[in-house]
């Protein structure tokens, strides 16, 4: 059993993760090491979700022509642009909120599950957040993803 790495409980809803999802976030832990930051933020979830290139997320940004290598570049390139102010008033608890929003982001889909997808739509909605920022900048948003995430949900199901 995966700890509980961003301090929700299974009453919350990390009990419906996949098992890829919680990879996502278990990993997103380690990029949050990596880059020497206290917290896990979108921008180690992304990361995370880019570097295990697998699941319905990673086919989505595929489908959509984004290049991994790019978008880890355009993530590390924003990191490295904020200031140490910025750094330091950083959500402590955006994973939680990328994690909520996931749990929504499935009920709107219609799952009994949350998954990569689900993630992926989730830090989309936080504008705010360098993930978001990062697929801005790379021309993709909430507004392209979930189509696509919908055309591959649904040619699942036939």
Known sequence: MMKNTIGINRLTGLARLTRLARQVIFNGRQEAKKLNSKHINSEHLLLALIKGERGIAANVLVNLRMNFSEIEKEVIKLINNQSEEAKKENDNFQARKIVMQAIEESKSLKHNYVGTED??????????????????????DFDNVRPETERILDGMKT
């Open 119 to 140: 993630l992926l739509l989730a830090m989309l909605c936080f504008k705010e957040g360098i993930a978001a920022q990062a697929l801005a900048n790379l021309n993709l």
